[in-house]
C-alpha cells in the first residue's frame, strides 16, 4: 500500500512533469506547434476557441495558483481575495470551455487525414471538463469551511511539497476521493499536453515573445565583430 501511495503521488507527478518537458522539446522539433493549430484547415470559429483558450486558460491556472499561495494551511483566502478569485474564474472558465469545444470538436467530428486526429486529442476534452467539474465540486464541497478548508489540507498542502521537492503523499492519501481524482486527472494533463492539438494554444505565442525579446536583444547589442 505505502508502494502505491508513492508511485501515485510522488512519482507520477514527476513523470508527468518530464513527460511535459521532453514532449515540448519533442513538439517544437517536429512542427514548431503549428501542425494543428494553423493553415487554410482552421475555420473562423476555431481561430475565435484559439483565443479565448489562450485568456482563459491561463487566467483559470494563474487564479488556482494565486489562491494555493495565499490560502492557510487549513482555510481559504481572505474575502476580499476570494471574490476577485471567485469573479474572475467566472469569466475565464466559460472561455475556457468555449475555446476548447471549438478547437476540439469540429476535427473530432471531420476526423480526416488533415485533421489528424490522435487518440490523445480524443482524451483532452474528457480531460478538461473533469478539471473543471471537479474544481467546482472541491470549491463548493459542503464539508468544507473557512477555518478547515479541505483543498488547501489536500491538494494544495501536496503540491506545495512537491514543488519544494520535500513531497508529502500522505495528505492525498487520507483525501477524500474527488480529491483524489482531481490530483490524477490534473497530473494527466500534464503528461499529455505537449502531445495534443492544444499544446500550441500557449507554447507559440510564448515563443513569438521568445523571439522578439531575442531580436530586440540583438538590436541593442549586436555581436562585435570578429578580428
Known sequence: MAGMVVTLWVVLPYVAVVSCVIGHVWRYRLDGFL???????VDLAQRFG?????????????????E????????????????????????AVPLTIIGAVLVLIPPLIAADGRARVT??????????V???VSAVLVTFDANS?????????TLFTWARSLVT????????????????????????II?????????????????????QFENGSAERYPSAPIV
Open 35 to 41: 501542425g494543428c493549430l494553423y493553415g487554410p484547415h
Open 50 to 66: 484559439i483565443r479565448a483558450l489562450r485568456v482563459g486558460m491561463p487566467t483559470v491556472a494563474a487564479m488556482r495558483v494565486v
Open 68 to 91: 494555493m499561495v495565499v490560502s492557510g494551511p487549513h482555510s481559504r483566502p481572505g474575502p476580499g481575495i476570494r471574490i476577485v478569485l471567485e469573479a474572475t474564474q467566472l469569466v
Open 119 to 128: 487518440p490523445l486529442d480524443r482524451m483532452t476534452m474528457p480531460l478538461l
Open 130 to 132: 473533469a478539471a473543471l
Open 145 to 153: 469551511s473557512d477555518v478547515h478548508y479541505r483543498t488547501a489540507e
Open 165 to 188: 521537492l520535500h513531497p508529502d503523499p500522505q495528505v492525498m492519501r487520507h483525501a477524500p476521493l474527488i480529491y483524489q481524482a482531481r490530483g490524477l486527472v490534473l497530473v494527466l
Open 191 to 211: 503528461a499529455v499536453w505537449p502531445y495534443t492539438r492544444l499544446a500550441g494554444v500557449l507554447a507559440v505565442p510564448a515563443l513569438r515573445v521568445l523571439r
